[in-house]
């Protein structure tokens, strides 16, 4: 996932999925008529994570919140699509005002998970790694041996916030 403002390997826990405007919430289109749901997620969570990440004391963790969009390019701010109407300087200005929102990640899928969790009453979070710093561009540029390692991150949060619930860590 890429990050906004974060070196790459940090680990992102989301206080809240936003979308493009940095709201809290997934608009979708139910049967031809705009639904608005909230996409909070478990405040707890979020806060057994970063204390278990507190423990495990091995990478840098982060609480912030992530804007899911719905693309890669455009709605990223990427300026290496098929498609780009804006500039640098247009780019930087944004990714900094989602900076200000804080927001340290960006991705696609958070928002849609954490609304229909929501719906259903569920307990959720999210958990990503940031693979590079979208303040510094848009490509990646670890070694695939480093991006191995940095995707097992949040699996290895993850598998140590279940073991403690467990009563095995």
């Known amino acids: 996932?890429?990050?906004?403002?974060?070196?790459?390997?940090?680990?992102?826990?989301?206080?809240?999925?936003?979308?493009?405007?940095?709201k809290p919430e997934l608009e979708q289109?139910?049967?031809?008529k705009r639904v608005v749901r909230s996409t909070d997620l478990?405040?707890?969570?979020?806060?057994?994570?970063?204390?278990?990440?507190?423990?495990?004391?091995e990478f840098t963790?982060?609480?912030?919140?992530?804007?899911?969009?719905m693309d890669f390019y455009e709605g990223q701010g990427r300026l290496d699509g098929a498609l780009c109407s804006y500039t640098e300087k247009d780019k930087q200005a944004y990714l900094?005002?989602?900076?200000?929102?804080?927001?340290?990640?960006?991705?696609?899928?958070?928002?849609?998970?954490a609304a229909m969790?929501?719906?259903?009453?569920?307990?959720?979070?999210?958990?990503?790694?940031?693979?590079?710093?979208r303040l510094e561009g848009d490509q990646i540029s670890s070694a695939h041996e480093v991006l191995v390692e940095?995707?097992?991150r949040p699996q290895r949060l993850v598998g140590y916030f279940i073991k403690k619930r467990l009563g095995k860590a």
């Open 42 to 57: 478990d405040q707890q969570l979020v806060q057994e994570l970063m204390q278990c990440s507190t423990e495990l004391g």
């Open 117 to 133: 969790c929501s719906a259903c009453g569920l307990r959720a979070a999210v958990v990503c790694v940031a693979l590079l710093n």
């Open 1 to 22: 996932m890429p990050s906004s403002g974060l070196e790459p390997g940090s680990v992102v826990i989301t206080r809240q999925a936003v979308d493009a405007c940095f």
């Open 96 to 113: 900094q005002a989602a900076y200000a929102a804080g927001i340290r990640n960006i991705e696609m899928e958070s928002s849609v998970f």
């Open 29 to 32: 289109m139910v049967l031809g």
């Open 150 to 152: 940095y995707q097992e």
């Open 61 to 69: 963790t982060v609480v912030g919140n992530t804007m899911c969009t």
